[in-house]
């Protein structure tokens, strides 16, 4: 599935299949587009499962995840 990946200035990452990002939500303020990327149920992604991010693309238009701290 080709996606589209943007940031927001709290360090939360959204993926959407929409390149304009016009169905992230509101809340996370200015979303700036990154890149655009082949994303694979199959691949292997830190921070996300790649799988359920692909069903919540598909089935509510995006996914998002926030980055985990340094400990």
């Known amino acids: ?3 589209h990946v943007f ?3 709290k360090s939360r990452y959204a993926f959407t299949a929409d390149p304009t990002g016009s169905n992230l939500p509101d809340e996370g303020g200015l979303w700036q587009h990154r890149k655009t ?3 694979r149920d199959t691949d292997k992604r830190i921070g996300m499962d790649s799988k359920q991010a692909i069903q919540a693309i598909q089935t509510e238009g995006y996914s998002s995840s926030r980055p985990r701290s340094a400990t």
């Open 37 to 39: 990327m082949e994303l």
């Open 7 to 9: 940031s927001d200035l």
């Open 1 to 3: 599935m080709l996606i």
